[in-house]
């Protein structure tokens, strides 16, 4: 993918307008742009893409604010006020949950949400985020669900399944306040269990530095843990990426999943800190994690489409080889979905089926595509898991994969079950479509 200087001439005027604000909102008066554009479209796809507050200050640099639409405009106010409103109520109950786990001993990492919009854009009404991401260290796990618990954020959205189905099966526990205005995600891993990541956690957390984030302690990963979290949080929701990395309309495909603050995120932080990422060692720790592709895939959009100063040698050592034909087909499937939704046309009754049962259970119907790759991982996997790569260490794979499958299968019939009863005892709705995670 080579560096993208001006944007395709499919692309609409007001998708290059948001591109352009994404590459040049620290200097809107260098960005390049066509004739002002349909304002509606503009805000409408700006909004989906959370890009609220970065467009109001790059549309009030360019003086084109009062050609927006009257309610356009007040949709965007409305927008980034709310940003600053959920910027205020989650940096006030973050601070003082930083303090107490201070006081306990409890290394707490920020992710993503208010962390990266303090940190790289200077301004937490940027990138709030829909709740508060921590990491902590496995065994510190229940000590920081307690401090929630002592700040009366717990359990209360009853949808919620048992916590040992989220312990044994995902990556982090979700405690929300009575009024359900405020979430917590409390991790201990960046992704679901069953995949081909090797991350070692204990050395995530042994490589984080003291810190402050709104004048509370925290611990502030390396800069090759942030970049990587980034990236594999980004394509963990974009999982066609690497799939579509070299498809022409792979910028309007960004925008249609809503997905382009993401790559913003990993752009400025390149940019910000471009001289002191310790490049080899970032590149490195993607091989030992099995992220080079994640990474290498992020990287080359932020590269190309919003300029970010990655070395040429950094891509070329994060090869994107892309997934076999069978998955290939899948994620060409699933943006063409996304894509006909964002323009108005009428979508695949049956994707559309798929990709809400999608986001419904941990298990989900398109990241049964991993169960083959998981179950048949190759010798890279094997050697960084195992430290051997042999037919046999294969066969011991394999024969623990189906186990884990299987004890996935009895505790969602186990716990969903479980949920049923008490939904209903309750008298709460027992759907199965209920959220049952909040949008990053």
Not at 132 to 159: C, F, K, Y
Not at 164 to 172: D, E, G, N, S, V
Not at 279 to 289: I, M, N
Request: charged share 20%.
């Amino acid at each position: 993918m080579k560096k993208v200087d001006s944007f395709s001439s499919d692309l609409f005027p007001y998708e290059i307008w948001l591109w352009q604000c994404a590459r040049h909102w620290r200097r809107p008066e260098t960005a390049v742009l066509p004739a002002f554009v349909d304002g509606s479209a503009l805000v409408r796809v700006g909004l989906w893409n959370r890009a609220q507050t970065l467009l109001l200050t790059f549309l009030d640099a360019r003086q084109v604010l009062g050609e927006l639409p009257a309610a356009d405009l007040a949709s965007l106010q409305e927008g980034a006020a709310k940003f600053r409103q959920d910027a205020a109520v989650m940096g006030e109950s973050l601070q003082i949950y930083l303090q107490k786990a201070k006081e306990r001993g409890i290394e707490t990492a920020v992710l993503k949400g208010l962390s990266v919009s303090k940190n790289v854009y200077g301004d937490t009404a940027v990138r709030p985020g829909g709740d508060i991401d921590v990491l902590v260290r496995a065994r510190d796990v229940d000590d920081s669900i307690g401090i929630l618990d002592e700040m009366e954020i717990g359990q209360n959205w009853p949808n919620l399944m048992d916590d040992r189905y989220y312990a044994r099966h995902h990556l982090h526990q979700q405690r929300c306040t009575p009024d359900l205005r405020l979430w917590y995600e409390v991790h201990w891993a960046l992704d679901h269990p069953l995949t081909r990541l090797t991350i070692d956690y204990e050395a995530v957390m042994d490589r984080t530095t003291p810190g402050t984030l709104l004048g509370a302690p925290v611990a502030d990963l390396a800069l090759p843990d942030l970049l990587l979290s980034l990236a594999i949080h980004l394509v963990k929701h974009a999982i066609y990426l690497p799939s579509v990395l070299n498809h022409p309309d792979l910028a309007r495909i960004i925008l249609a999943d809503g997905m382009l603050l993401y790559f913003v995120d990993v752009a400025e932080l390149v940019k910000q800190h471009e001289s002191k990422i310790d490049w080899r060692q970032t590149v490195d720790l993607a091989h030992a994690w099995g992220a080079a592709e994640i990474l290498g895939a992020v990287l080359q959009v932020c590269h190309a489409y919003l300029h970010a100063p990655v070395p040429e040698w950094v891509l070329a050592g994060l090869p994107v080889v892309g997934p076999n034909r069978l998955k290939q087909w899948v994620m060409q499937k699933v943006v063409a979905y996304e894509t006909a939704v964002y323009l108005g046309q009428p979508p695949s009754k049956l994707w559309k089926l798929l990709l809400i049962t999608n986001g419904a259970f941990i298990l989900r119907p398109i990241r049964l595509l991993d169960l083959l790759e998981y179950c048949f991982p190759g010798r890279d996997y094997l050697r960084r898991r195992y430290g051997s790569g042999t037919v046999w260490r294969g066969v011991g794979h394999f024969l623990r994969a189906l186990g884990q499958y299987g004890r996935i299968a009895i505790d969602t019939v186990y716990f969903t079950w479980e949920r049923y009863w008490r939904l209903r005892r309750q008298n709460f709705s027992t759907s199965l479509f209920n959220r049952l995670e909040v949008d990053a």
